[in-house]
């Protein structure tokens, strides 16, 4: 296990080390004079000679990367052109939203995912299982913004009994904060639910035609506590690995999302730093993305072992 996690370690870190490098050469890559496409034809010359210092263009990218690297290990990863703030500030300013919408999200997909595939294997073939199958699929196939905004309609504006737009945070409101979460969370939630449900369906049918779940019914155990008890731990190692993977992937790319529902969390902020122009902060928000997926991976690589040490590695 110690020799897994060792390479997972060396492996992210290479893995991270290119996701610096490439943003790096983002500002490489804008068209032009760069200081005249974010300022705009009517900068004066000071101004695009202060930008061509904040963004490093006096230097070579060589120079950049490594003043932009040293910067990272230090915990500077730049100044926000807009609001003249630490970058990791203005990130960690927003990470408890998103981590909240992430997070809720996750737990009605986990939640809806464990019902749907212990239901769907408990009537295997059946009408319901044919039913919820169909169903799953249906919601792979549609788009989280589509969903989200047929929840606006349904909830929002023909009920009215839930707003459709808007952020109180929990220290503020906690049963406001709840209620502006409830059409976020669902619109995560409904489509990671299916493809959690299908992969974990798989699983379990596979576990439940091994030898020792015979035995298990021999003994008296019923069908449904079979199930919960004897099949679903060795049947949750792809079922965890993806949730968390699926977690470090939503921390960055919630921004659909929180756009729709008009949460003030990092992926507004990076269509805010995107219209704004703000290179540095559009660049922290990619290295944080990265880190997110790494470390989340690092840590389903733990977990897996944990629930099925005899299986993680295969």
Known sequence: MRKTIGTRIVRSILVLLVVIVAVNHLVALLPG????????????????????QDLGLDKTELQRLGGWFGGILRGDWGTSFASGRPVLHEIASRLPVTLEVVLLGQAVAVILALLIATFSVRHINGAADRTLSGLSFLMLSVPSFVIGLLLIYIFAVTLNVLPASGYVPFAQNPGKNLVTMIMPALTMGLGEAAVYARTLRGSLIATMSQPYMDAAHARGASPWKALWTRALRPSSVSFVTLVGMN????????????????????????????????????????????????????????????????????
């Open 33 to 52: 004079d760069a200081t005249m496409l974010l300022l705009g034809q009517d900068a004066t010359a000071q101004q695009r000679a202060q930008l061509r």
């Open 247 to 314: 977690i470090g992937v939503s921390m960055g790319g919630s921004l659909i999302i929180e756009n729709i529902f008009g949460i003030p969390g990092i992926g507004r902020l990076a269509v805010t730093a995107l219209q704004g122009r703000d290179i540095p902060l559009l660049q922290g928000i990619v290295v944080f993305a990265a880190c997110a997926v790494l470390i989340m991976s690092m840590l389903v690589d733990v977990a897996a072992y944990l629930i099925n040490p005899s299986g993680a590695h295969e």
